[in-house]
């Protein structure tokens, strides 16, 4: 920090911020509930719009199921987590709270993390702040070609 007083100062109050940030986390309660799937893949649980904490989902095509009644169109990424989570409840554990009010949480369907699931499919990516477990899956995925990386995948049924 070179000990100029602006920059302490700046430092300071970026930590206060960043502490009142994770408070709010916090001190959200977990979420359990059912979850709609949104089209960028964050899921809309009691009311809350929830980011799956470590990952991003790329865009990817949009397609349309009509062997499922009502007919199901969305992207192959959020249908992929539509399935997963169907006619199951979501639980959530808030991990911070942003700034447009939405959530980042951990988040399960029975037995099953989302992230987790979700770069194993190969329909996420890792963020640079992702736990390496994540770094791992996503690369494991790109190996076998799944999900967004090459192969498409036409019933969502492979696992």
């Not at 007083?5 to 930590?15: F, G, N, Q, T, Y």
């Not at 062997?67 to 169907?86: D, E, G, Q, W, Y």
Request: proline letters at 6%.
């Amino acid at each position: 920090m070179n000990g100029n007083p602006v920059r302490i100062m700046l430092a300071i109050a970026i930590a206060g911020v960043m502490s009142l940030h994770w408070a709010d986390a916090r001190a959200q309660p977990s979420l359990s509930s059912f979850a709609f799937v949104q089209q960028d893949g964050t899921l809309r649980i009691s009311g809350y719009t929830v980011h799956l904490y470590g990952i991003f989902i790329p865009p990817t095509e949009q397609i349309c199921y009509t062997f499922v009644r009502p007919i199901s169109c969305n992207t192959r990424a959020a249908l992929a987590l539509n399935f997963k989570i169907s006619g199951d409840f979501v639980r959530c554990a808030p991990v911070a709270t942003n700034a447009d009010g939405s959530i980042t949480a951990n988040c399960s369907s029975g037995d099953t993390a989302l992230s987790e699931w979700m770069l194993q499919s190969g329909w996420a990516i890792a963020l640079p702040d992702a736990p390496i477990q994540y770094v791992a899956l996503e690369r494991i995925a790109r190996s076998k070609g799944v999900g967004i990386w090459g192969i498409p995948v036409d019933g969502l049924g492979r696992r």
